[in-house]
């Protein structure tokens, strides 16, 4: 049986000199120090609402109840939600505020609470989740990544979260600190996927193609990158299995920072694209879905 008040208390803890992220910053969020996600012991979004631009179970028939939260424990030169991640957009809310926007996206229908750049506000989230449950929250709760996660925090997670949604976004962590400026990638973001299948396993789907439970791992293909993408399908393949569902994400463009670096200034050609569905086929992983180029 979880405890989950223990639980909380025990994340809210890893913030008095954090850990709650691989980086392990040290700093001491909780007295209002601002670690290297640009974040302190206070909760920041950007918006919440019902969204249809997920994968077809995650958003259904009536949308996903999206939360974005402001900043990001990674520094993606690419990323394409920078104005919210990188340059910190959103404003400051409390927690009550939080459990009252999951609540109100329930009653609009949503199929889920999907909260999007969570892991820095895992505390925060943790508890929100637990008194939204107390007072009736019922569909599942989404945590929708990096996949730069501490284990020991996913951990504290268990029983609160139903759908694990990750990146995997590299398996070489030159790459790892070259465009997303940490050198730790790699090794962190397997275990996190690992502890996110023991804990919720494979994806289920009910009778109405409505996402319950599960991990779905997502990628982003990099241009001039498809060797970065094979390896992270084998690994998927090999080291997940080959029932795991992947989103194999086409979208990329130049965005924020990635004009610095020529390999990355121009969008993906739909001749790597399809190299990448080539492989992902080769590899017998039929669950998930691809996009239009």
């Known amino acids: 049986m979880i405890d989950f008040k223990v639980n909380i208390n025990k994340l809210y803890s890893m913030m008095d000199k954090c850990n709650i992220c691989p980086r392990k910053c040290g700093i001491a969020r909780n007295d209002g120090q601002k670690g290297l996600c640009k974040t302190a012991n206070k909760l920041f979004i950007a918006s919440t ?99 730069y996660e501490n284990v020991k925090t996913l951990k504290l997670l268990e029983g609160l979260i139903d759908i694990y949604l990750p990146d995997i976004k590299y398996v070489d962590n030159k790459i790892a600190f070259k465009y997303s400026k940490v050198k730790n990638y790699v090794q962190a973001n397997q275990l996190a996927v690992k502890e996110m299948k023991r804990q919720v396993g494979d994806l289920q789907i009910d009778q109405n193609g409505v996402a319950k439970k599960g991990i779905i791992v997502r990628h982003l293909v990099l241009p001039y990158n498809i060797n970065n993408t094979k390896k992270i399908l084998k690994f998927i393949a090999e080291e997940l299995s080959k029932d795991t569902y992947v989103s194999l994400m086409s979208q990329y463009h130049s965005a924020y920072k990635s004009t610095e670096f020529k390999e990355l200034s121009r969008s993906l050609s739909l001749q790597e694209y399809n190299e990448a569905i080539d492989y992902l086929e080769t590899l017998n992983l039929k669950n998930g879905w691809i996009q239009n180029l």
């Open 49 to 147: 609402n019902l969204h249809t631009g997920e994968e077809p179970p995650i958003s259904a028939k009536n949308g996903s109840g999206t939360i974005f939260f402001s900043n990001c424990t990674l520094n993606c030169v690419f990323c394409q939600n920078y104005p919210i991640s990188q340059l910190g957009n959103g404003k400051e809310i409390s927690l009550e505020s939080l459990v009252n926007s999951m609540l109100t996206l329930q009653e609009r229908g949503a199929h889920n609470i999907n909260f999007v750049t969570p892991t820095h506000y895992s505390a925060q989230i943790a508890k929100a989740i637990y008194f939204a449950k107390k007072r009736g929250l019922v569909i599942p709760t989404i945590y929708n990544c990096s996949g």
